[in-house]
Each structure stands twice: as structure tokens, then as C-alpha cells.
């Protein structure tokens, strides 16, 4: 099982829709401290995630962080281009937002030489969002040993509730070698 957070062997990019060639996953390129910075990601984090990103599917989603801790993680998404058919905000965007803010704290807790690895994610979905910004606010229930398992609730630009979501994460000790090694991010 791989996460966001373990460094993977090189893999050649694939094409990306602009016929651009993609950078490899685990070396975001010379262009990571700009991603970072467009997603919100704090200053004391980047040197953490200088060599990972914050994944391709936060910069496809549009997730920019607000908080990042290991107790609390706010980040916002827009519901343009995150839609599904019937022109709401997707429950499974829903769950991409929930699982982003759960892993990203979860990881942090971790600490160095750890990460973590998502093993449950549920989401119960209250009512729907067509237009604007939802943010998703990340509380941790429990930072145990080897289990982190935050909730995240996320609303609306009016403060309606549209979601509930639980993750839970297993934190393990990174692979040996320099290709595992973690950075110093509390």
C-alpha cells in the first residue's frame, strides 16, 4: 500500500491532458514551491513537502489549506469544476476534501520518520452545494501511537453544514533507506 507522504521509485511521467509530460510521482519539480505556495500550505511546512507537493489531485481539485496542524486543518475547494451531473458539489469531492484535511494532519502527528496511511474514511452528506466555496474544518478525535482519526466537517459559504466525514489513519514508520526518509515538519 502506498500513500501520499512515502517517498516512491522513480517512475517515468505520463501525459497530462495538455500533452505536456507530467513529472514523476514524488518529485513535484522546479515548480513545488509555487505549488505550495498556491495551495496555502504554511511556510514552516514547505521544506516538508518541498520534494512531495501536495499531490496532483489537491491542484486538480482546487484545495487551499487555511490551518495546518496536527489538532485542526481548515481548507477551502470550489464547487465550479467539482461538480457532478446535476450541477452540485460531487459527494465524492466531498470525500477528496475530507480525506486531503484527515491525511494531511494525520501526518503531521505522525512526526518525523512516520507516516500515515488512510484505512477508513465515511461521509454522510447533509444537504447539497451548487455554486461557491465549501471549506472543510479537520478536528482530531484521537492522536494515538499508531491511529489518528480526525472529523472533518464542511460547509458552506453560509455556514450550513453540507457534510460530516471521519477519517481514520494508521501511522507507520517510514520504509529505511534516503527514499523514505521524512523531514523534519512539526
Known sequence: MQDNFTAMGERPGTDRNDGAQAE???????????ELEAA????RLRPWLATRGVGALVIKMGIVFEELTAERAV????????????GILHGGAHAVLAETLGSF????????????????????HHRAAARGRVRGTCTALHL???????????????????????????????PTGPAGSARDHA
Open 105 to 124: 494532519a494525520a501526518s503531521l502527528h505522525a512526526g518525523e520518520g512516520r507516516h500515515a496511511v488512510g484505512v477508513d474514511l465515511n461521509a454522510t
Open 144 to 174: 494515538g501511537r499508531t491511529l489518528a482519526t480526525h472529523e472533518i466537517v464542511i460547509t458552506d459559504e453560509d455556514g450550513r453544514r453540507l457534510c460530516t466525514a471521519r477519517i481514520t489513519n494508521l501511522l507507520r514508520d517510514d
Open 24 to 34: 514523476p510521482e514524488g518529485n513535484p519539480g522546479p515548480d513545488a514551491a509555487a
Open 40 to 43: 496555502g500550505i504554511p511556510e
Open 75 to 86: 481548507a477551502t475547494m470550489p464547487v465550479e469544476g467539482n461538480t457532478q451531473i446535476a
